[in-house]
């Protein structure tokens, strides 16, 4: 009850800068605040180079993506590590209004015939030759103040895009809340100014790392993404609200990671 207070109490400045008439780093749509906040299932594979990799985009693009969209889930983005540790690492985001269809995600598709049939080579895999050599599955739920995935215009123009997946990691849970406070309050009309394309916003229900939140920006080139963080932290609207003592009281993010993300020819994102 606390936690959705203080987010709460948070909004009303937002709802004014992220009116739905309102255009967002050149996006043709902004999700309205009152919008029913989404689901996200975000998946990691770690791989080995060569057969193993394309054998798995060829599941993801044959088998995978096709079922997940019978089920409702749509987009579904499926990127390449282009920077970050770990790589070969790939990316799958499965966006979806029901929380039910992705917690029992992995039993429909057992039951879905053209699933099994199109991904055998992959699902039928043997152990001395899998098919990945892990993967991590988070499940996030979509902030109040940008409560849905927002597709790129350069998805839609198939436009050359690159992504940045963002993680920040907070000590406490007080701090967890602060942080998401701060996001919604704020971030969201910073970026739209700096020129990012925003997809999503997460905050994490499941996952190895909590507590901690999870989001995902768009943009041309490195040129670019590096372009817009300059303005992004010259603007005096992150000057104020990253130097408000609400949120410096102490340090309430312990830990950020990014990595650098090249969607796949078929991705839908």
Not at 106 to 116: A, G, I, N, S, T
Not at 132 to 152: D, K, T
Not at 216 to 221: A, V, W, Y
Not at 234 to 261: C, D, H, M
Request: aromatic share 12%.
């Amino acid at each position: 009850m606390k936690r959705r207070t203080l987010l709460t109490s948070s909004l009303p400045a937002l709802a004014l800068a992220l009116s739905p008439g309102s255009f967002l780093g050149g996006q043709a749509e902004t999700p309205a605040a009152s919008e029913k906040r989404e689901y996200y299932l975000l998946r990691r594979y770690q791989m080995n180079w060569g057969p193993q990799f394309k054998a798995a985009h060829e599941f993801f693009q044959q088998a995978l993506v096709p079922a997940a969209n019978r089920l409702g889930i749509k987009p579904v983005g499926i990127f390449n590590v282009s920077i970050g540790p770990y790589t070969p690492r790939v990316f799958v985001l499965l966006p979806c209004a029901s929380l039910e269809t992705l917690c029992n995600l992995d039993e429909k598709l057992r039951q879905d015939p053209e699933y099994q049939q199109a991904g055998a080579p992959f699902l039928d895999a043997p152990a001395g030759q899998p098919a990945y050599l892990r993967v991590e599955s988070i499940l996030l739920r979509a902030f109040e103040g940008w409560p849905r995935l927002v597709l790129p215009p350069a998805t839609a123009q198939k436009e050359p895009r690159l992504f940045e997946l963002r993680t920040y990691q907070d000590p406490t849970d007080r701090d967890h809340v602060r942080k998401l406070e701060m996001m919604n309050a704020g971030y969201f009309p910073i970026f739209k100014e700096a020129g990012f394309a925003q997809v999503f916003y997460g905050d994490t229900l499941v996952g190895p790392t909590m507590p901690d939140l999870t989001y995902m920006l768009c943009f041309k080139d490195l040129a670019e993404r590096d372009k817009n963080w300059k303005t992004y932290f010259a603007s005096e609207a992150w000057k104020e609200l990253s130097t408000n003592p609400r949120y410096t009281f102490e340090g309430i993010v312990s830990k950020v990671s990014n990595q650098i993300l090249a969607p796949a020819d078929y991705s839908q994102i």
